[in-house]
Nanobody
Framework: QVRLMESGGGLVQAGGSLRLSCAAS????????MGWYRQAPGKQRDLVAV???????DYAGSVKGRFTVSRDNAKNAVYLQMSSLKPEDTAVYYC??????????????WGQGTQVTVSS
């Protein structure tokens, strides 16, 4: 079993910055894709940014140039540096990890979510 623990959400004014962190613990052989999704009230959960173990990134168009995803593979951790925040970035942010165990079976895991609120 793998657990994802998030931290770093909160309330910030428009134009401000926040940094989210997520660490995975448990039985992990390899983490392939790891990153962040978000879900605003009444909307579906959407990709924000993910990074492969090799460093390839994928960003939502709405956050390109403002958000930066990074990983520390040795710590099984992923980070999201968010800058120039806008009220429309308000959502619950979920950490995501695509984990392969020692039996080479792949599972997808989600964190419990952390609230990010951007005031105008």
């Amino acid at each position: 079993q793998v657990r994802l623990m998030e931290s770093g959400g909160g309330l910030v004014q428009a134009g401000g910055s926040l940094r989210l962190s997520c660490a995975a613990s448990g039985t992990i052989f390899r983490i392939d894709r790891m990153g962040w999704y978000r879900q605003a009230p009444g909307k579906q959960r959407d990709l924000v940014a993910v990074m492969t173990s090799g460093g390839i990134t994928d960003y939502a168009g709405s956050v390109k140039g403002r958000f930066t995803v990074s990983r520390d593979n040795a710590k099984n951790a992923v980070y999201l540096q968010m800058s120039s925040l806008k009220p429309e970035d308000t959502a619950v942010y979920y950490c995501y990890a695509d984990v392969t165990n020692s039996a080479y079976v792949n599972y997808k895991y989600w964190g419990q979510g952390t609230q990010v609120t951007v005031s105008s």
